[in-house]
């Protein structure tokens, strides 16, 4: 019996001296229309609120006291319910099968809403990134204007107290200038020139220093975010197959297959596209890796927080490797971290050394090992 609904119950059953059976009249436990207690007595009935089958209390494992509790909340308006053995297992089963569906919906809600914070806070940097690219752009023409505006001006003022000199000192001058060739003159001026043409032209150096960088670090944002959503399998086995189209459906096939073994609550359409990298070559040895890309950064971490069942799959699953697709400096960064965790676990007899974390967080973190 479960708490939710009203029971139907009935006294009566095979009508004696009828000939004709009603459908709701046979037991769907005995398949007889009257009791097979003996007794005689009049038949008590109790109805399954699934298949709303019909059932002798006898035939069932209940007695008077359970038909007339049944009766009593049938007439109270009570929210009983009972059902017979075979759709009381159907629909424990079925209530699992919600709850658990239920709570895969909460979790990709909840994933749903952590990739659209993440959304807005890159959305967010971006913004910022451009908007100091946009102020470090002013600042550097106004500089250069700056600068220029100065050596004009420098110019003028040299310009002009050589010709006050020329004019004021002039008969004093005149002997001196008379040794003085026109070389001389363009010397001076030359050598004024040259050190404002220097002061300017590292100034516009530094500002073409800092524009690259703030040109790189927008390009590998964008170059991030168009990898967040993919990973890279490594070891899968390459088809024979002649056309590229037949490769393909045999790779996307086994990352199918891969999703289901993982049970992640993900389907063949979160996966969106596959690629294999390099060069196509029949003599190699090892197969080439296969990029996936997946339908959101959701499917990805999912997939990703399920791969400690890959050792307890078969061996065309155990033995592949899933990484992230990372960026030219996110590998040379993780390159970095692995070659120093296995140079801190060759100089250590207790501990290995292991590199973790997303791309751009990834840590080395020490496990202690295991007894011989």
């Known amino acids: 019996m479960s708490q939710s609904g009203s029971g139907a119950v009935k006294k009566g059953g095979g009508r004696k001296g009828s000939t004709t059976v009603q459908s709701d009249d046979v037991c769907k436990s005995c398949g007889g229309s009257e009791s097979r207690d003996g007794k005689g007595v009049e038949d ?13 209390i006898n035939c069932v494992g209940l007695d008077d006291k359970d038909f007339e509790y049944l009766n009593r909340c049938k ?18 089963e ?19 809403m952590e990739v659209k914070s993440d959304k807005v806070k890159l959305e967010c940097n971006l913004e910022v990134v451009k908007a100091d690219m946009s102020k470090e752009v002013n600042r550097l023409s106004g500089l250069i204007e ?43 001026a030359g050598k004024h020139v040259d050190a404002k043409l220097n002061t300017v032209s590292t100034e516009i150096e530094t500002m073409r220093q800092k524009l690259q960088e703030s040109r790189e670090a927008a390009l590998e944002e964008q170059d991030k975010e168009k990898r967040r959503k993919n990973i890279i399998i490594y070891r899968v086995p390459e088809t024979a197959g002649a056309l590229n189209e037949e490769r393909k459906v045999h ?25 294999r990298l390099g060069r196509r070559n029949e003599q190699a040895t090892e197969p080439r890796p296969l990029l996936v890309q997946l339908g959101s950064r959701l499917a990805k ?7 400690y069942k890959l050792s307890s799959l078969e061996d065309k699953f155990k033995r592949i490797i899933v990484a992230h697709d990372m960026t030219q400096k996110e590998r040379v960064e993780c390159k970095a971290l692995v ?13 290995n050394y ?11 973190i020490s496990v202690r090992r295991r007894p011989q």
């Open 339 to 351: 070659a120093e965790a296995k140079r801190k676990t060759e100089n250590s007899g207790e501990w």
């Open 301 to 307: 971490n999912m997939l990703m927080e399920s791969l």
């Open 251 to 275: 790779d996307k096939r086994f990352c199918e297959q891969l999703l289901v073994k993982l049970d992640v609550g993900l389907a063949p359409e979160d996966i969106t596209n596959t690629l």
């Open 94 to 112: 079925m209530m699992k099968t919600v709850t658990e569906m239920k709570e895969k919906h909460d979790k990709l809600e909840m994933g749903l």
């Open 354 to 364: 292991k590199v973790r974390g997303p791309p751009g967080q990834m840590i080395i």
């Open 44 to 56: 008590k009935w109790v109805q399954c609120e699934v298949c709303d089958k019909w059932n002798h």
């Open 146 to 188: 700056n600068v220029k505006h100065e050596l004009v001006n420098s110019l003028d003022a040299t310009r002009y107290d050589l010709n006050k000199a020329f004019e004021d000192k002039l008969p004093a001058a005149v002997a001196e200038a008379s040794r003085l060739d026109d070389e001389s003159w363009v010397e001076v």
């Open 75 to 92: 007439k109270a308006g009570k929210n009983i319910y009972w059902f017979c053995k075979e759709c009381n297992v159907s629909t424990i």
